[in-house]
Antibody, heavy 120, light 110 residues
Framework: EVQLVESGGGLVQPGGSLRLSCAASGFTFSSYWMHWVRQTPGKGLVWVARINSDGSSTSYADSVKGRFTISRDNAKNTLYLQMNSLRAEDTAVYYC?????????????WGQGTMVIVSS | EIVLTQSPGTLSLSPGERATLSCRASQSVSSSYLAWYQQKPGQAPRLLIYGASSRATGIPDRFSGSGSGTDFTLTISRLEPEDFAVYYCQQYGSSPPRFTFGPGTKVDIK
């Protein structure tokens, strides 16, 4: 079964750090570009970051650039999001998602999400 | 930066009825890079349509997408009980690389 499973969410104080992980299974992880997308409770979806298949290229939303780092370990089939200098507005459910292909740029597989709460 | 607007915000319909959801972009979007997702409460989004009109794997043919340029439409030909959910459109822009979602349309039971 093709699956993405996030972990690492939790409660953190403003200014703190957190690292999210996303374990992939059921497909050749190293062949796909991967993303993080977040969703504020009761609100819409916001793209956060992207990494290409071998980890050599990344892109970020302006709201997280310089604070968040996306990375991957293809040997471990795992995607990461290092989040530093966290702010209250970073509170959200964070999803990892697989990009189905460069021809579509759509997210065809999603994890179940992990909640991040930034609060004192 | 391209902004996506979805209308209506909420669509109240009965099972068996036809649903027509609109997604409008502030600038022209490549049809290759326009997608639609369905999200139910407590669940992750699910890809329905990519490339504006191609159904994703396992998506019933009552879901169809159309449009080009700045105006795109998701149509559900006959609503089934499991189709009541929130629907998002999404586009990709390359310079710089950005993925943008619309605010969503909620389809609820009338």
């Amino acid at each position: 079964e093709v699956q993405l499973v996030e972990s690492g969410g939790g409660l953190v104080q403003p200014g703190g750090s957190l690292r999210l992980s996303c374990a992939a299974s059921g497909f050749t992880f190293s062949s796909y570009w991967m993303h993080w997308v977040r969703q504020t409770p009761g609100k819409g979806l916001v793209w956060v970051a992207r990494i290409n298949s071998d980890g050599s290229s990344t892109s970020y939303a302006d709201s997280v650039k310089g604070r968040f780092t996306i990375s991957r370990d293809n040997a471990k089939n795992t995607l990461y999001l290092q989040m530093n200098s966290l702010r209250a507005e970073d509170t959200a459910v964070y999803y990892c998602a697989r990009e189905g292909g460069v021809s579509s740029r759509a997210f065809d597989i999603w994890g179940q999400g992990t909640m991040v709460i930034v609060s004192s | 930066e391209i902004v996506l607007t979805q209308s209506p915000g909420t669509l109240s319909l009965s099972p068996g009825e036809r649903a027509t959801l609109s997604c409008r972009a502030s600038q022209s979007v490549s049809s290759s890079y326009l997608a639609w997702y369905q999200q139910k409460p407590g669940q992750a989004p699910r890809l329905l349509i990519y490339g504006a009109s191609s159904r994703a794997t396992g998506i019933p043919d009552r879901f169809s997408g159309s449009g080009s340029g700045t105006d795109f439409t998701l149509t559900i030909s006959r609503l089934e009980p499991e189709d009541f959910a929130v629907y998002y459109c999404q586009q990709y822009g390359s310079s710089p690389p950005r993925f943008t979602f619309g605010p969503g349309t909620k389809v609820d039971i009338k």
